[in-house]
């Protein structure tokens, strides 16, 4: 159970720095909504893994990796507005899950459980981790850059299709990572509230990299850590303490 | 002997299902100073994405072989950066640029605006750090779209007196805007655009007050964008 307990600090943690630094990049409104989406295509993989008794994380990957390659498709083949892309497939997700979601096992699946995390888990999920971070950093400064005018990218000869893929599939291993953790509805706020946070309190780009990714890993230990303590969902505890951080960044902005 | 550096031939370009560009054919010389003049909403911002390929379009649109462009958007209202924390300097290193002082100097900016926020620049600072931002690639031609839009006169001046040394150095300029003075003063040729469709193009000595009446209807209005 110590291990266990550890295990899941680390791995939480590291997710949650992960989350941080690559929410960081959600600057547009356009990509804050990709996460959500993403987040309740898990469940179908979440339900098959656990009626079929293998990772959920594993079973999640296939469905998200989906979903990135159908919002990716959706947003270059037609004009409709991003807001009823997103609910064409946050509902695709939910409903495709509820159809054979055992209902028992729902709770693992909504709002996560870390008990989930084994010792073989964590060998596989950090280096994972450490390849999706440093895929992140190379492409930092394009995304970022597409964010502020995809007209500029252009110019400066960025293909913004082939970015916004690559970091659509980043949110995609996140979230299926996360998952695991805080659960298929809530993982879209791990990737979107570290930053919102970050942005209240920061003037430059470093600053903000860094208090996204601090406030990401912090509240994955404090979610996980009171779970323990008080014996409730860990998933909402640690969307709750990062609302708490997001609360926090509010009042100091103040003064 | 002059060379062309951009050719146009029968350029159609349909916006919001609305054609915008009709049949717009002309030629631009290497080392010319362009200006695109019309009222709002003739499509000079159009014209320029066409140009730039960033939009669809019917027609040709060829650029000479070793062209490097660098592009200035309309200033905040397509820039959203001022949202963003971001300083001068990480600003300039997105473009990977080490030597970001060189060019603040050339646009007359010291060397203490590397630590600002792009956010609190003053608009007239803010569009010298785009022109700084966009000759890191060392372009040879430059296109801007209304540069110096909600800057004041002085900041103004400035940026056409830097868009006038560009051009000494043999950067190729096109520039959209629609102040007419521009046009006397700094540039070689012009290319007017109405709602009407009617164009011309030509020496900007040829841009009579007559022609101008023509392109704005009765009277010339200037409109500036007060902030």
Request: net charge positive.
């Given at each position: ?68 390659i159908m919002i990716w498709l959706f947003e270059m083949k ?178 | ?227």
């Amino acid at each position: 159970m110590i291990l266990n307990l550890m295990l899941s600090l680390v791995v939480g943690f590291f997710i949650g720095i992960v989350a941080g630094y690559l929410g960081s990049l959600m600057l547009s409104r356009k990509m804050s909504l990709t996460a959500g989406p993403l987040g309740h295509l898990t469940l179908p993989g979440v339900a098959l893994a656990l009626i079929y008794g293998f990772d959920i994380s594993l079973g999640a990957f296939p469905f998200v990796i989906l979903g990135a390659i159908m919002i990716w498709l959706f947003e270059m083949k037609t004009k409709l507005p991003m807001e009823a892309l997103t609910a064409v497939v946050f509902t695709f997700g939910v409903s495709i899950a509820l159809l054979f979601l055992p209902l028992d096992e729902a709770e693992t699946a909504l709002i996560g459980d870390i008990s989930k995390i084994g010792f073989y888990d964590t060998l596989i999920v950090l280096p994972l981790l450490a390849l999706t971070f440093y895929v992140t950093k190379t492409i930092y400064s394009k995304v970022f850059l597409i964010n502020v005018s995809e007209d500029l990218a252009k110019v400066e000869g960025i293909s913004v299709k082939k970015y916004n893929l690559v970091y659509l599939l980043l949110i995609a291993t996140i979230v299926a990572l996360g998952a695991k953790l805080v659960g298929g509805l809530m993982t879209a706020a791990i990737v979107a509230i570290p930053s919102a946070s970050a942005r209240n309190l920061s003037k430059n780009l470093l600053n903000y990299k860094i208090l996204a990714s601090l406030f990401g890993g912090i509240s994955m230990m404090l979610g996980i850590t009171l779970s323990l303590a008080f014996n409730l969902p860990v998933g909402s505890l640690i969307i709750l303490s990062n609302i708490a951080i997001f609360f926090l960044s509010i009042i100091m902005k103040r003064y | 002997m002059s060379e062309t550096i951009l050719s146009v031939k029968n350029l159609n370009v349909t916006f919001n299902e609305e054609k915008v560009i009709n049949n717009l054919s002309f030629e631009l010389e290497r080392g010319a100073f362009l200006t695109i003049l019309g009222p709002n909403g003739c499509g000079k911002t159009v014209l320029l994405r066409a140009l730039l390929r960033l939009i669809p379009y019917n027609g040709e649109v060829s650029w000479a072989k070793n062209v490097r462009i660098s592009y200035l958007p309309q200033g905040f209202t397509h820039l959203a950066l001022k949202d963003y924390p971001i300083s001068v300097k990480e600003f300039f290193e997105l473009k990977n640029a080490k030597d970001a002082e060189k060019y603040l100097e050339f646009v007359g900016l010291g060397k203490d605006i590397v630590k600002k926020n792009m956010g609190d620049l003053s608009l007239g600072t803010f569009q010298r750090v785009l022109m700084a931002w966009s000759l890191i690639s060392e372009p040879n031609v430059l296109l801007l779209d209304e540069p110096t839009t909600g800057i004041d006169v002085q900041g103004e001046i400035t940026v056409y007196n830097l868009l006038s040394e560009l051009w000494k150095k043999g950067i190729t300029i096109l520039m959209v805007t629609h102040e007419i003075d521009i046009v006397y003063k700094h540039s070689t040729s012009v290319l007017c655009l109405s709602k009407k469709g009617f164009m011309c193009y030509g020496r900007p000595e040829d841009l009579t007050p007559k022609k101008l009446r023509e392109i704005y209807g009765f009277g010339i209005k200037i409109y500036r964008h007060v902030r």
